[in-house]
């Protein structure tokens, strides 16, 4: 069942093109991921789907409602699409638990105690029940993105947007993140995720559109997509990010993707163990 569909979108600042015909559909449960250059319109498109920006034409239908169109609660709206930022946006004078509990209690209106048992059974999913009682500063970049997403879960999305998850973590954090993609998609949570990272858009595993000046000039499976036959522009957004994987990863990232292995249950064997 379609959730998301986009039709046509574009947007425009001050006479330039951004989103220049954008079109796509995500399923129910399907993970999509979406790379490209940078200045290429990733999180104007993601700003744009839940009226955080304003697009000058096309058309956005979630859970079967047009949410361009006038009259749309675009608190609701929110709430039916979690964010998870790079900076995972995190109060660091509250709780991990009292991060994920906030939006429960002052959108939601939530009791506490049914906030508490809420926001607890996300930290565990994500792994971090024993960590509920610290502060952001006490812990590290991948836990803290851990509670990032368990706030965005606790809310019970439709849908989870992730702009640029890993880019603010080490090789070892982001690994922890894309774990959590990897458990999320198998449970089936309708994901969007912009990435620049290789390494995350392979081990999650979900389909790739490739965005190039506001328009999607490719999608593919990540093999596919970054294998022998790339599109020239998609080649060399390749060789530009995996040049930089490697200087953060000299070791395993060396290995090019289009000789790697296809990804295995517990994540990729190709590119690089972070
Ligand atoms: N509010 C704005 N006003 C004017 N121009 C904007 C605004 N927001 C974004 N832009 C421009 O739109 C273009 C696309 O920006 P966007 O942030 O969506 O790109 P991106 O693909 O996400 O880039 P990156 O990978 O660097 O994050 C850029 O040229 C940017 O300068």
New binding site residues.
Partial sequence: MTLLSVQDLKLE??G?I?LDGVSFDLAQGELKVIM??????????L?CLNRL?TPTGGRVVFEGRDVLGPGVDERALRQRIGFVFQNFALYRHLTALQNVTLALRHLRRMPAAEADERALRQLARMDMQAHAHKYPAQLSGGQKQRVAIARALAMDPAVLFF??PTSALDPLMSREVVNILHQLRDERVSMLC?T?DLYLARAAGGRVMF?DE?RIHAEGEVDELFGPNADPRVRAFFHQELRQAQTAQPIDAAQPMDQAQPAGPSGPAGLAER
């Fill in positions: 600042y001050d330039r951004i490209g250059p940078s200045g290429s319109g990733k999180s104007t498109l700003r920006a702009d640029e912009v620049h965005l506001g």
